[in-house]
């Protein structure tokens, strides 16, 4: 049985940086595709990031060039390196292994960029 566990999510100011890991049990870690998704309020979860056995990374648009996703092998964990956080990267950021074609998700960790600077739209 596959488990996987995020962590570091958190609240951060626009600008600022985030590293987000994931451990895996359960698995061949090595020969599994790794990727990160996320999903805001009231949207699709979508992937953001994903790196192969042989490490190939991709990225969505979004997040080119601010986001790095790593693996290290020997500890089962996948990362997401997050700079330049922008107030639109909030949402709930989730794990995903895919291994013979079935996928595993993780339980999902928060990230929240707000603060100085944010710009809030009441919608009453």
């Known amino acids: 049985q596959v488990q996987l566990v995020e962590s570091g999510g958190g609240l951060v100011q626009p600008g600022g940086s985030l590293r987000l890991s994931c451990v895996a049990s359960?698995?061949?870690?090595?020969?599994?595709?790794l990727g990160w998704y996320r999903q805001a309020p009231g949207q699709q979860r979508e992937s953001i990031a994903g790196?192969?056995?042989?490490?190939?990374?991709h990225y969505a648009d979004p997040v080119k060039g601010r986001f790095t996703i790593s693996r290290d092998n020997a500890k089962n964990t996948v990362y997401l390196q997050m700079n330049s956080l922008k107030p639109e990267d909030t949402a709930v950021y989730y794990c995903?292994?895919?291994?013979?074609?079935?996928?595993?998700w993780g339980q999902g960790t928060q990230v929240t960029v707000w603060g100085q600077g944010t710009q809030v739209t009441d919608s009453s």
């Open positions: 790196i192969t056995a042989v490490g190939t990374t």
């Open positions: 359960g698995s061949i870690f090595t020969i599994d595709t």
């Open positions: 995903n292994l895919l291994r013979f074609g079935r996928n595993y």
